[in-house]
């Protein structure tokens, strides 16, 4: 059993997934000869090449065996690979029933596999669920238009407490999830760390937004990991401190103000670098604070200086 869940926009989709699994039989229970307790595995895979991620509610073994036959055959696309996904997904399962049978068992009926990205075809981003239900054969398809929640089930626990259209939410959804299914199946593996792919039409960012394992993720600062997303774009534009040798000379002195050298941090990794820009400018002056913040970052000192001021004290 996993947290899965995807949301999905004409433009952008997230898809959010956590990474505790084990090994267990088709009753549940720890399967006999393989290794005991809860490891971190992956449970979404990135199609490079096709600017699309697999992701699944069940077995990570499923998925793995689908990402081999999905590049064992040349396509035209990603709407290629649309079209033959249910296909695959029911070749590699076949497979996978026919090992568990030469072990004496049966493989597990509670499957969920999903492919997104963006379908030229329909000129928007696209979501096909793939889902095993009880009483009917192979996987049913479903074309997600906007949410699809694994492990949230609203009969029994309620309107969900957020749409999970950004990392917050996508982490404090699946916070809430992970504490009702330890509630309702406190041997399953759910949990571990929250992982987030945002797809576009020609971009994938893959990121952990929330460890699992601490407090309610909206009362504890220290279990995200990335930037709200409104300051992750600024972010992004210092990222290229790497390259900050080749930038103009006004960077350069920006940063001497600050008592830092441009050459010295080109050498540093980029989230090095901009966690010693926070420190330096929360010991400058308030005029030059705000100099430098509007120059590097190009916005104003209120917008941007909350952030700093916790990257600074996490440095």
């Known amino acids: 059993m996993s947290l899965l869940n995807v949301w999905v926009e004409p433009q952008r989709a997230l ?21 005991a307790g809860r490891f971190e595995t992956s449970k979404m895979i990135p199609i490079v090449h096709l600017n699309a991620v697999m992701a699944v509610r069940g077995s990570a073994i499923l998925i793995a065996g689908c990402y081999v036959l999905c590049n064992m055959e040349p396509r035209l696309g990603l709407d290629q690979l649309f079209n033959d996904f249910p296909a695959i997904v029911a070749k590699n399962y076949a497979q996978l029933e026919q090992a568990a049978r030469q072990q004496g068992h049966q493989a597990s009926l509670d499957q969920e596999v999903m492919l997104v990205g963006w379908s030229r075809r329909a000129g928007k981003m696209r979501c096909l669920m793939l889902k095993q239900v009880p009483g009917q054969a192979g996987f049913v398809p479903h074309d997600v238009d906007e949410l699809w929640l694994g492990s949230w089930d609203d009969d029994a626990q309620g309107v969900p407490p957020v749409d999970p ?9 699946m916070q809430a999830q992970r504490l009702d299914a330890r509630q309702r199946f406190p041997n399953l593996p759910i949990g571990g760390r929250a992982l987030v792919a945002e797809l576009s039409r020609d971009q994938i960012c893959l990121r952990e ?34 390259n900050i040798g080749a930038r103009n000379g006004e960077t350069a002195r920006l940063l001497t103000s600050i008592d830092l050298s441009a050459d010295a941090l080109q050498h540093l990794d980029p989230a090095d670098a901009l ?33 700093l001021g916790a990257l600074a004290k996490l440095a």
């Open 275 to 307: 966690q010693k820009v926070a420190a330096a400018l929360q010991r400058a002056d308030d005029v030059t604070r705000a100099r430098v913040i509007k120059g590097l970052f190009g916005k104003i000192v209120e917008q941007v200086s909350p952030f």
């Open 209 to 242: 937004v929330a460890s699992l394992e601490q407090g309610h993720c909206g009362d504890d600062v220290h279990a995200f990991v990335v930037p709200t997303p409104a300051v992750a774009v600024d972010v992004d534009k210092l990222s290229a401190l790497e």
């Open 165 to 173: 259209c950004d990392d917050r939410s996508m982490a404090e959804l």
């Open 15 to 35: 898809v959010g997934v956590d990474t505790h699994a084990m090994y267990l039989d088709p009753r549940g229970e720890p399967a006999k000869g393989m290794p």
